[in-house]
């Protein structure tokens, strides 16, 4: 699984409630346990994935730790008309063997999720427990207090409203849920995340998991930065961000057979300004002309990407390991666009697109040198590729 690659036992995004990690709502919570302390019922309300059942479990926590006796139900499971609130609110006595509808001193706060769903004939069942005193506080979600019928909206002592998070809140809580393992992401990449969510915190969750589940093999260490968040995201999203050049998309539908192209014709040709291009790596031997390196690529590796032959080009010609700083200038690229054709070329990934293009062994091998990720030829394609 993913998550193992930074070292948590867990998906760490798992958007399940999980009232430890929660930020940001620290005046709705305490503006909360004052009304449940008053006896009040109150409502949490705000959008789908802002945080309400989490808040309801985290106040039902503390509850308990008051000496409160808890009983939280989930209106989302039931029918309305199958909801027994006599058996939820149910106090066992004689070492269990019995049971009793509660009293004033049994302290009872009733915990109910998506209270919207319950009927006018269950809501006036449970003003009768509370006015009898059998119920101490009832704390219910929404997501708007509208929702909730009128004969119950009455008696409503408080409206706690979840509002937007600020992007400091939604940053501490991706860093928060980190803590046990290795962080994935740089500051901007977090940043991004928080900026392509919307400020919702069940949308940076999923969308933090999304970006690793896609980048951990070419980012075992972290560091996923703001570009290689774009490239997962924005581009699946809009369309509009494309890490890959034209060239290649018409590469790959020719594996699907859409078309059959003479040898020579899809031989790679490589632009005179790509050493120009790479300050950082340089040819070592060029006594091989342009022409005759063209036909030994195309020999073996002439179903590759353009990027992808631009990237074994470029370890090819400097002879030895290279780092993605020095990589992405020489080929013209980003970094999430390197990663993902270097994986790809490892066979880490898409193992099977690149066996239809004949590659059964990995072109590229990762090394770690100082915590840093360095690439080379493996020993195959060294060799093929060699200068005589």
């Given amino acids: 699984m993913w998550f193992k690659t930074y070292g948590f036992k867990e998906n760490p995004f ?72 006599r058996e939820l609110l149910s106090v066992k006595t004689f070492f269990g063997l019995r049971k009793r509808l509660p009293v004033k001193k049994d302290r009872i706060v009733l915990f109910l999720d998506e209270v919207q769903r319950l009927g006018k004939d269950k809501l006036e069942e449970l003003k009768y427990y509370y006015d009898s005193e059998r119920i101490h506080s009832i704390v219910m979600s929404t997501i708007s207090h509208l929702n909730v019928h009128e004969s119950m909206r009455t008696r409503v002592a408080e409206t706690v409203k979840l509002c937007n998070l600020t992007a400091h809140d939604l940053r501490s809580m991706i860093l928060k849920r980190v803590e046990k393992g290795k962080n994935p992401f740089s500051p901007d990449g977090i940043e991004e995340i928080v900026l392509l969510s919307g400020n919702n915190p069940r949308s940076v969750l999923i969308n933090a998991e999304k970006v690793c589940k896609v980048l951990h093999t070419s980012f075992p260490e972290g560091n996923i930065g703001r570009e290689e968040v774009l490239y997962v995201l924005k581009g699946e999203k809009t369309g509009w961000y494309k890490p890959v050049e034209v060239k290649e998309i018409v590469s790959e539908e020719r594996e699907k057979g859409d078309s059959v192209q003479d040898t020579a014709q899809e031989a790679p040709v490589f632009p005179d300004s790509l050493d120009s291009e790479k300050p950082a790596v340089k040819a070592e031997n060029t006594s091989v002309s342009a022409q005759q390196d063209d036909l030994v690529w195309a020999w073996e590796l002439k179903d590759l990407s353009p990027l992808q032959k631009k990237i074994v080009k470029v370890l090819a010609e400097a002879g030895r390991p290279l780092s993605y700083e020095e990589i992405c200038p020489a080929v013209g690229a980003g970094k999430g666009s390197v990663a993902k054709q270097l994986s790809r070329l490892a066979l880490v990934s898409d193992t099977e697109l690149m066996n239809k293009k004949g590659i059964t062994e990995p072109v590229v091998s990762k090394i770690v040198a100082d915590g840093k990720s360095l690439f080379e030829l493996t020993e195959k394609y060294r060799k093929l590729l060699a200068r005589e």
């Fill in 14 to 85: 798992k958007i399940t409630p999980k009232p430890e990690y929660m930020v940001g709502y620290e005046s709705q919570e305490i503006q909360a346990k004052e009304a449940i302390t008053s006896g009040d019922i109150i409502v949490i309300t705000g959008p789908t994935g802002y945080g309400k059942t989490t808040l309801l479990r985290k106040l039902k926590n503390w509850a308990a730790r008051q000496g409160y006796k808890t009983v939280y139900f989930d209106c989302t499971y039931s029918p309305s008309d199958q909801v027994n609130f």
